[in-house]
């Protein structure tokens, strides 16, 4: 091989080399593209969770409303909707009380904000958490009393699109209904019971599932130990949503 030769090899492989380097760069930069663009992405819907979940609670107050109330919920993008769901109070004969009391349910992607028996929940799964809790009371003594609050949300308007604000607008009336002295267990109807079962857990209840009419959500069912007074309090929310 001459010098010439050799110094045309080395320029080829010099060009070569500098051509795999801005591939390998072209490469590792669309694939940090990808990457900061899922971060923000995936920041902005945990963004919205966070603020439908603040929404939420401030819109919707069935124990301390009463009349017409009015709140605010924002998010940049996603679905609120509501689902048809059950609470039931049950005794030892079976279902003593069944209460229509509907979620209200935000998504955006993988994100998920429910408001269920006036709790709030954020998550999908066994991941979920309860960031508010359901207006039920039982005393501490197992011959006490048991106050089981049932907000029934409507049926709102579905809503969904981009930079959304929009107003849920709520008429809340009480009725208040005595059931009597006997043993009592509280079903709540969910697709996220790990959430509920923690909750009941921590106050000491046990809990088992059951599916009581038959279309694939189980109930989360906790007993109440004891014989106690209980009264079920349907707060009817009536809620409406109304352009912000």
Same mark, same amino acid.
């Given at each position: 091989m001459t010098p010439s030769d050799a110094s045309g090899d080395r320029a080829q492989s010099h060009v070569v080399g500098v051509a795999l380097l801005l591939g390998i760069a072209v490469?590792?930069?669309?694939?940090?593209?990808?990457?900061?663009?899922?971060l923000v992405q995936e920041n902005a819907a945990g963004a919205d969770a #966070?603020?439908? %979940?603040?929404?939420?609670? %401030? %819109?919707?107050?069935? =124990?301390? %409303?009463?009349?017409?109330?009015?709140?605010?919920?924002?998010? #940049? @993008?996603?679905?609120?909707?509501?689902?048809?769901?059950?609470?039931? =109070?049950?005794?030892?004969?079976?279902?003593?009380?069944? =209460?229509?009391?509907g979620a209200l349910v935000f998504e955006a992607g993988d994100r998920r904000v429910t408001y269920l028996a006036g709790a709030v929940l954020r998550g999908t799964g066994d991941g979920a958490r309860m960031v508010e809790r359901p207006p039920f009371t039982a005393s501490r003594a197992a011959d006490g009393v048991l106050v089981v609050g049932a907000p029934r949300v409507g049926d709102p308007a579905t809503v969904s699109g981009r930079e959304v604000s929009l107003t849920l607008r709520t008429n809340v009336s009480h009725e208040r209904v005595e059931l009597g002295d006997g043993e009592y267990r509280l079903g709540v109807e969910t697709r996220t019971p790990a959430a509920w079962e923690r909750y009941f857990s921590e106050r000491g209840r046990e809990t088992t599932r059951r599916d009581f009419d038959d279309d694939g959500v189980e109930s989360v069912v906790a007993a109440y130990d004891g014989?106690?007074? #209980?009264?079920?309090?349907?707060? @009817?929310l009536r809620t409406e949503v109304e352009d912000a």
């Open positions: 490469v590792s930069m669309a694939g940090l593209t990808a990457s900061v663009g899922t #966070a603020r439908v %979940a603040d929404g939420f609670d %401030a %819109a919707l107050e069935p =124990v301390e %409303a009463t009349g017409v109330h009015r709140g605010e919920v924002a998010f #940049a @993008d996603g679905t609120l909707r509501s689902e048809s769901r059950e609470l039931r =109070v049950l005794d030892r004969g079976g279902v003593d009380r069944e =209460v229509e009391i014989t106690r007074t #209980a009264y079920l309090v349907v707060h @009817d």
